[in-house]
């Protein structure tokens, strides 16, 4: 099977040439199998890879410390964790995490003035703009033949266009044979599973329907376990603004571009467009009706957070990758009603929904290797280690027989396993979630055809759906939640524009920041204010943005747009 990627063919034969590779480091004799593999019979060059990545010739395994920066919040794992604890046992590499507290661009800036850079640092083109990444393509040739085989496909994608090197390793978009798609990880307007139920499982198609919905839930339930109800949602905070700014373009059935809509390989901002209005305005009219959160634009990452994992939050516009965690605490709470449905909404019935995309490279996201790096030839070893397929399936699926069992070769999980897999406290002691997150990773399926993921593989998904989620599905005569958006096409070449960077102290970031900035100032005003005032609110928001060097932004994306259609079209 042939996964098509931005036109191109991704086949599924590029697990075998990392398998044709670890045996080839094996039978030259750098080490022999390893009896604890996760998967049965499963032959693996793991014990000459440890020795490798400790940095040794011999089969010693040699400890030493990897400090990693995490650009985004989050905890600490537990002392005695026991895949890091794995990680460490068999490599000798101990990860020191320190987290983002705070704002990530004042975070930036003190570590970029003292050049104050751990070994490995989660990308950000604030960091690759002032060098503070190391180019990785010559460690890659000669360290680390998994992730070069890993990567064959992308390798030309993963340049940076101002000089042609790799400096970042990309976290996500590197898909293996058969894809299955039963968790939709995207954008979508958001409603609790609890209103479809209520209300006989509408087929909520437009924006004016979604409303309709939350109004006469909220009015019938004002509370919610004793907390008040909030209508709809949204998070405005730091570099997660999507929730405040992206929601236009795919109201009238574009995909996510970032802050432009891109129509005949051309694209142009919509921040000031009469299809934004028109969200605003809707907006504006349901904050009037009391559906806002009052606290919305004052909020941050983890008040949001909080307040969805309480229950209260009926709706909101995000990604859903980006709120997991709450679903997961609500799951573990028992509120399966109040996890979410994710809506493909347009604002008329005659427009094709446009959420669902192809997988994409993550460019700019992933692990880079900092300047300061004591040792970046034993970093490169290591997550060549972590890159094959045994480690893949311990860091994905965990240890087997304690957090999945084989059934006739297929991955699968007993209901205790899956309660355990959603705890985000048993999380922080058993799985290596900080690090898989922003390592490279396989996805898709593994060689022996399990999914590379628990939530996409079909029978585990099926089995662990809970009665609730059966009645919903069976409501809509749906397999799965993903069943609700329509079938993505081909990714355009240069697709997605988000991606592309637009080089720190350029006049088209600097126009970019300002646009961001006058939409984080004027966008709440807009909508708080008096509904016969929206339009006057509006217009001066309007007015700002033509004060924003816009065609340096535009002309910055197209020229862009055009390179990635040259570069990556051969």
Not at 37 to 54: F, H, I, L, R, V
Not at 333 to 348: C, F
Not at 439 to 445: L, M, Q, R, V, W
């Amino acid at each position: 099977m042939e996964v098509l990627y931005g036109g191109k063919s991704i086949s599924k034969f590029k697990l075998s040439l990392i398998a044709v590779v670890s045996l080839s480091l094996t039978l030259a004799g750098c080490g022999g199998n390893n009896s604890s593999n996760t998967a049965k019979g499963e032959n693996k060059p793991a014990e000459s890879a440890a020795a490798t990545a400790a940095g040794t010739d011999d089969k010693k395994i040699e400890p030493f410390d990897v400090s990693i920066f995490i650009g985004e919040a989050g905890q600490q794992p537990t002392p005695d964790n026991k895949i890091y604890k794995k990680i460490k046992d068999e490599t000798g590499a101990t990860f020191n995490f320190e987290f983002l507290a705070g704002d990530i661009n004042q975070k930036l800036g003190v570590m970029i003035a003292g050049q104050d850079y751990p070994d490995v640092m989660t990308g950000n083109t604030k960091l690759t703009g002032a060098g503070a990444f190391i180019p990785l393509e010559d460690l890659i040739e000669q360290y680390a033949p998994n992730l070069k085989a890993h990567y064959a496909d992308y390798w030309n994608m993963m340049k940076d266009p101002n000089d042609g090197h790799i400096y970042i390793l990309p976290n996500y978009g590197v898909y293996n044979g058969k894809v299955n798609s039963s968790w939709y990880s995207g954008p979508a307007f958001w409603i609790q599973k609890a209103i479809l139920k209520e209300f006989g499982y509408p087929k909520v198609k437009t924006l004016d329907e979604y409303f309709d919905l939350i109004a006469k839930y909220k009015e019938k339930y004002p509370t919610i376990d004793g907390s008040p109800t909030i209508g709809f949602e949204i998070l405005n905070n730091d570099w997660r603004n999507w929730g405040l700014f992206n929601a236009p373009q795919h109201l009238i059935g574009h995909p996510n571009d970032g802050g432009v809509v891109v129509k005949d390989g051309v694209a142009e901002i919509f921040a000031d467009k009469d299809y934004a209005k028109q969200y605003y305005q809707k907006l504006n009219e349901a904050n009037a009706k009391g559906l806002i959160d009052k606290e919305a634009f004052v909020q941050n990452y983890d008040q949001y957070m909080a307040k969805l994992s309480s229950g209260t939050v009926l709706g909101m516009f995000d990604q859903h990758w980006n709120f997991n965690a709450a679903e997961d605490s609500l799951t573990t709470q028992g509120k399966i009603e109040r996890t979410y449905v994710g809506l493909p909404l347009v604002y008329d019935t005659a427009t094709k929904d446009y959420y669902r995309d192809l997988a994409v490279l993550n460019l700019n996201n992933g692990f880079g290797i900092s300047v300061n790096a004591k040792d970046p030839v034993k970093i490169i070893k290591l997550l060549d280690t972590l890159i094959q397929e045994d480690w893949q399936k311990t860091l994905s699926w965990g240890i087997e027989g304690e957090d999945y069992i084989v059934e006739n070769g297929r991955f699968m999980r007993t209901q205790e396993q899956r309660d355990q897999a959603a705890d985000a406290t048993w999380q922080l002691a058993n799985k290596a979630k900080s690090f898989m997150a922003f390592a490279p990773k396989i996805e898709g399926s593994y060689s022996d055809g399990n999914a590379t993921d628990a939530a996409a593989q079909p029978e585990e998904y099926k089995a662990g759906l809970k009665p609730y989620d059966k009645e919903i599905l069976d409501a809509y005569g749906f397999n799965s939640y993903v069943d609700f958006f329509s079938e993505p096409p081909a990714n355009p070449v240069a697709y997605p524009a988000w991606s592309i960077d637009l080089v720190e102290g350029s006049d088209a970031k600097v126009a970019n920041t300002k646009l961001n900035d006058t939409s984080t100032k004027y966008l709440p005003k807009v909508i708080l204010a008096n509904p016969n005032e929206f339009d006057s609110a509006w217009s001066e928001y309007v007015a700002q943005i033509g004060k924003v060097d816009v065609k340096a932004y535009e002309d910055k994306i197209n020229e862009q747009i055009k390179w990635r259609i040259e570069k990556w079209s051969k």
